[in-house]
């Protein structure tokens, strides 16, 4: 449907990127083959120039947190004991794949000017690059402007999840939540970690995708301004029906359901990207968006954007 993987589930080349914004842990019962499948489309894209962009998701720090009330019981089964899924997600396959691989948030560039996926944005660049803030912001959760840690972004949130994941990871796992009581955070947790996990974290915050029209759209530049993007792309609050877009392709939620646990529309986000040098005139470029909904049965136009700029790219 989006062109990323041919019939078997081997990646095309036809596109520069994928991104995966999380929650791809209680779904049913191929939570490893899923894992692994991501693995081998890293390495595949990688060979052939291209990039995968890997997100954990709240659940996938659920799990970690031995709160396991969406684990399917024969899930379990499939990794042979409890004890074995739990080692598997701290020191074995998929969680060495976490460690290395997945990030709390993205910045994804459209433009090699501006840089490489999840460089910091440097607001210096702004008055100098007209394309300073040609990026994407890919999260599982959403960045609330209430959140006191969004720059620089995204390494401050990325270097305070890595440090929860190191925790979580090299502890004694409890025992998981139901039968057990659920534990929480550990004991050590430091403060920018409970934030991270928190209500208004990247994790879990859903405002952008239900506060109203007023409010979302009156507080999105500021964030904007912020992480250096012009667009917040996340998941985690589920419309069944299709992706949405708030406050003029500011704020897209890509999530809908697409796992057969939910039943929800199967969807994909393209997003096309082009720098297009004037045909007469020195440093002159046009610049296109093309943002477009996928589904089995239809295309649906999110934004098409297009302006002109100068500079030397």
């Known amino acids: 449907m989006a062109g990323v993987v041919d019939v078997q589930g081997n990646w095309t080349g036809n596109v520069d990127m994928f991104v995966q914004t999380g929650d791809i842990i209680d779904r049913g019962l191929d939570t490893m083959k899923l894992f692994v499948w991501m693995e081998k489309l890293r390495q595949q894209a990688l060979s052939v120039g291209g990039e995968v962009v890997s997100h954990l998701g709240n659940h996938e720090w659920m799990n970690l947190l031995a709160d396991w009330r969406y684990v399917y019981p024969d899930e379990i089964k499939t990794f042979g004991s409890v004890a074995a899924r739990q080692k598997m997600l701290q020191t074995g396959r998929i969680g060495k794949a976490w460690a290395a691989n997945?990030?709390?948030t993205s910045r994804v560039p459209f433009h090699p000017s501006i840089g490489p996926t999840n460089l910091d944005?440097?607001?210096?660049?702004?008055t100098s690059n007209p394309l300073a803030h040609a990026a994407l912001s890919f999260v599982h959760g959403g960045l609330a402007p209430s959140y006191p840690h969004l720059t620089p972004y995204p390494s401050r949130i990325n270097d305070i999840g890595r440090e929860l994941l190191k925790k979580l990871q090299e502890r004694e796992m409890p025992p998981p939540h139901p039968p057990a009581p659920y534990g929480g955070l550990?004991?050590?947790a430091t403060g920018e970690e409970q934030r991270?996990?928190?209500q208004d974290g990247p994790l879990w915050y859903r405002?952008?995708?239900?506060?109203?029209?007023?409010q979302a759209c009156g507080a999105i530049d500021e964030v904007l301004k912020k992480t250096g993007v012009r667009r917040l792309i996340m998941g985690h609050t589920p419309n069944f029906q299709k992706i949405i877009s708030r406050c003029n392709g500011k704020i897209i939620i890509i999530d809908t359901g697409i796992s057969h646990a939910y039943g929800g529309a199967l969807s994909a986000l393209s997003i096309k990207y082009t720098l297009t040098p004037h045909p007469s005139e020195v440093d002159k470029w046009t610049e296109r968006e093309l943002i477009v909904a996928l589904y089995p049965d239809r295309q649906e136009v999110v934004l098409a954007h297009q302006r002109e700029v100068e500079g030397k790219f």
């Open 102 to 104: 997945y990030s709390v």
């Open 121 to 126: 944005f440097d607001p210096s660049a702004f």
């Open 186 to 188: 550990p004991k050590d």
């Open 196 to 198: 991270l996990y928190g």
């Open 207 to 214: 405002g952008w995708a239900q506060d109203p029209d007023q």
